[in-house]
């Protein structure tokens, strides 16, 4: 992941490296809903490219980074090599800004990396929100039952709590007569507490996710699909959210108006999506409202028709795009790039190249050694 490489000089004697230099102290702000997988992919990271991290897990389990630390020291890592801080955040914006931090890698919510690189002055990449987006396109309705399911887990497993969840459908006029949207419903009602296929939303409360509900039915021409209450016989204090896995229809036109889109494309950190549907001469709507969105992380064409792949991929800029039948939202980037696109700011995950831009930088070493033995002293310029 280091490796030099090396350029000619314009003249006998020069030649160029070109090297990937570590930044030296850098600091990790990781989120809570991935406590193990997020963090240990940026630090490993991290360390791999010769940096020394400090390591801010989030304070509500800031324990299992803690053990995992043990588990490295025990494998022979040096305890001077990583620092663990467990604290809240105005305690890590300090440590940031006093000590001599050159880089910070910031996970989470939009308003925290709009701070931090306010206050860093821009010494931070973020891997922050991301309303996600997935299109069925007009092929492939046979395979309906996977789609739906798929659908229902990129939509509300972990009770949406992820950065990679399915925030809107698009979906064709095909789909949607074919019966998808009953069956994600019927998906979705299978959901509960006791199996903790629901569960507790821990950034929004549930009158804050109902409000949102019924801000976007005062949109003409929408509806509640399936959804929208409070579950039933649960003890979740009033802090957290406690909802129904729930998706609201919003029609395309209506959607793309400057009154409500700003509304529609509110991320929802939970068990809540917008749905819409779509004709054929209604792809470039899509395509328009995809473009508009300014999170661009992560998103889906669910479709085998090769034109119709092209259309959607040459016109949209999601970091991590997945395209084909088989195509979702969410998924650990076992072996590919997982990140936002379109932001010099973004953060990438999970491969070499993520690793390389976001815990080093480039370094140029011009070597220039031999003067011409027929050198004289030219005119001065």
């Keep these: 992941m280091a490796r030099s490489f090396g350029v000619p000089g314009d003249h006998y004697g020069q030649f160029s490296n070109g090297h990937r230099w570590p930044y030296g102290a850098v600091a990790i702000v990781a989120p809570f809903n991935f406590p193990l997988e997020i963090p240990v992919l940026q630090l490993m ?3 791999f490219m010769g940096n020394k991290p400090v390591l801010k897990p989030a304070e509500k389990c800031s324990l ?8 490295l020291h025990d494998c022979g890592m040096e305890k001077k090599d990583v620092d663990l801080l467990n604290c809240q955040g105005p305690v890590a914006e300090k440590l940031i800004l006093d000590a001599d931090v050159r880089l910070t890698q910031f996970t989470g919510s939009s308003r925290v990396a709009d701070r931090l690189l306010e206050v860093t002055k821009g010494k931070v990449k973020i891997e922050d929100a991301g309303f996600d987006w997935k299109i069925l396109g007009p092929d492939g309705v046979d395979d309906l039952d996977y789609v739906a399911y798929q659908c229902d887990q990129d939509a509300y497993a972990c009770a949406g709590q992820k ?4 925030s809107i459908l698009f979906a064709h006029d095909n789909w949607v007569k074919a019966g998808l949207f009953d069956k994600i419903k019927a998906n979705a009602s299978r959901r509960s507490l006791d199996d903790l296929t629901v569960a507790p939303v821990l950034t929004q409360t549930t009158k804050s996710i109902l409000d949102h509900t019924n801000r976007l ?3 003409p021409g929408s509806k509640l699909l399936f959804g929208g209450k409070e579950l039933e016989n649960h003890n979740i204090p009033e802090v957290y959210g406690a909802v129904e896995p729930t998706a609201v229809f919003v029609p395309l036109t209506e959607m793309l108006k400057d009154e409500h889109f700003s509304a529609v494309i509110t991320e929802i950190f939970g068990p809540f999506q917008v749905v819409t549907s ?3 001469d209604e792809i470039c709507h899509v395509l328009d ?5 300014s999170h661009h992380l992560t998103a889906a064409v669910i479709s085998n028709d090769v034109e119709f792949q ?3 991929l040459a016109h949209t800029v999601n970091g991590t795009t997945y395209a084909g039948r088989r195509a979702r ?3 650990a980037p076992q072996n590919h790039w997982f990140g936002p696109a379109g932001d010099a700011r973004g953060a990438g995950i999970g491969t070499p190249e993520a690793i390389k831009m976001v815990w080093s930088c480039h370094r140029e070493i011009i070597f220039d050694t031999t003067i011409p033995k027929d050198w004289t002293q030219p005119k001065a310029t």
């Excluded at 299992?64 to 588990?71: C, G, P």
């Excluded at 409202?289 to 969105?293: G, K, Q």
């Design 64 to 71: 299992v980074m803690e053990q995992f630390l043990h588990l």
């Design 278 to 280: 779509f004709s054929d």
């Design 163 to 166: 950065c990679s969840a399915e």
């Design 217 to 219: 039915l005062e949109i």
């Design 310 to 312: 092209t259309t959607v």
């Design 289 to 293: 409202a995809c473009e508009r969105m």
């Design 329 to 331: 939202t969410t998924g």
């Design 45 to 47: 990271g991290s360390l």
